[in-house]
C-alpha cells in the first residue's frame, strides 16, 4: 500500500468572468499536494491511503468523499472541526498557478504522529505544506524517519511554497536533514534551484545522491521529466495537449510513478535500469498531460490511462 501525508485544502480558482473589468469569480476546488498525489495513485488502481488530519466541515466533508470515491483509503486520515486550508490560484497567461495560502488555525497543520504504519505499507510519499507549517511538519518528519528505517520506500516532494517559508536558509538546512531518509527525490526544475541555494543544479542533485537519495526526478514544465541516479540519467518528453492550467500536474506525476511502481511491485528504485525509468516517466507524464487538460486538479483514472504492463 501506498501512504501519502500532508495537507488536504481547498483551491479558489479563477473562474470565467462575466463583467468587464470585474474580478473573476473563484471556484472552489478540492486539492492540495499530497492529496492530490493521493487521488492519483488511488484512481490508477494502487492500493492508497491519506496520512493527514481533515477538518469536519463542510470542505472536509467533500475531501474525504472524494478520496474514497477515487480508491483511498482515509483510515488513517484523523479529523478535526478547525478549519480547512484555503489557497486563492492566480493563473498567468501560460496557465502556471501562483498562491496565497490561508492556514492559521487549521486542521491539517495539527496532524500527530500515528505511529507506525500498517503492515503491508510500501511506499511513503510526504511534501509541500505538510512538511513546512508546525506542529505538524515535525510528526511528519517522525514518520519519514521511522518508516525509512524500517525499509520502506520514502519519497519527497518538497513542492516549495516560498511565501509560507519564513526562514530560507533554516527550511534548507532542514530539508538536507531528510534527505538521508529519502529514497525518490521528485521536485521541479524551479523548486530544485531554489533549494539549491546558489549552488549548480547539476552539483546539487550530485549532493543529494551523495548524500542517500537513490533517484532524483525533475518536471522540466513542457520540457518533460527527467531523472538521475548515481548510475543513470534518463530523460522523456511531455505529452502535447492544450493546457488549461497547470494545478496538480506535479502531484499527478509523484502519484503516477508510485502507482507505476506498485504496479510492477517495485520496492527499491535501485533495481530499476535505463528502460524502466522511460516507462515510468512516460506513464507520469501521459499521465500530468491529462491533469493539465482539465480545470483544477483532476488526475486521470487507471481506465483513462491504462494499466502499465507487467
Known amino acids: 500500500m501506498i501512504v501519502v501525508g500532508g495537507e488536504a485544502l481547498v483551491d479558489l480558482v479563477p473562474g470565467e468572468s462575466t463583467v468587464d473589468g470585474e474580478l473573476r469569480p473563484l471556484l472552489p476546488r478540492l486539492g492540495g499536494g499530497p492529496y492530490n498525489v493521493a487521488l492519483a495513485a488511488g484512481r490508477l488502481g494502487a492500493p492508497s491511503a491519506f496520512l493527514s488530519r481533515v477538518s469536519t466541515d463542510r470542505f472536509g466533508v467533500a475531501l474525504v468523499d472524494r478520496l474514497q470515491a477515487s480508491n483511498v483509503d482515509t483510515t488513517l486520515t484523523q479529523r478535526g472541526d478547525e478549519p480547512t486550508t484555503l489557497a486563492v490560484v492566480a493563473l498567468d497567461e501560460a496557465g502556471s498557478a501562483h498562491y496565497t495560502f490561508y492556514t492559521r488555525g487549521t486542521a491539517d497543520r495539527l496532524f500527530t504522529d500515528p505511529g507506525p504504519l500498517p503492515e503491508g505499507t510500501t511506499a511513503l510519499s510526504l511534501g509541500t505544506l505538510g512538511m513546512v507549517l508546525e506542529p505538524g511538519a515535525s510528526a511528519y518528519e517522525a514518520v519519514l524517519r521511522r518508516e525509512a528505517a524500517a525499509g520502506v520506500l520514502t519519497a519527497l516532494d518538497p513542492n516549495i511554497r516560498a511565501a509560507l517559508i519564513d526562514d530560507p536558509a533554516a527550511y534548507r538546512e532542514r530539508f538536507k536533514s531528510w534527505i538521508p531518509d529519502v529514497r525518490l527525490l521528485k521536485l521541479s526544475v524551479e523548486d530544485a534551484e531554489w ?55 506535479g502531484d499527478t506525476v509523484q502519484g503516477a510513478l508510485l502507482a507505476w511502481f506498485n504496479h510492477r511491485g517495485v520496492t527499491d528504485v535501485a533495481v530499476l535500469g535505463e528502460q524502466d525509468w522511460a516507462a515510468a516517466l512516460g506513464y507520469a507524464a501521459a499521465a500530468a498531460a491529462i491533469t493539465v487538460s482539465r480545470s483544477g486538479a483532476e488526475p486521470p483514472t487507471e481506465a483513462e490511462l491504462g494499466t502499465p504492463r507487467v
Request: negative net charge; hydrophobic residues 50%; glycine residues 12%.
Open 195 to 249: 533549494l539549491a541555494g546558489g549552488m549548480d543544479l547539476d552539483a546539487a542533485v550530485s549532493s543529494w545522491l551523495d548524500s542517500g537519495v537513490t533517484a532524483v526526478v525533475l518536471t522540466h514544465g513542457a520540457e518533460g521529466l527527467s531523472v538521475r541516479t548515481a548510475g543513470l540519467a534518463v530523460r522523456v518528453p511531455s505529452s502535447r495537449v492544450e493546457v488549461v492550467d497547470t494545478i496538480g500536474a
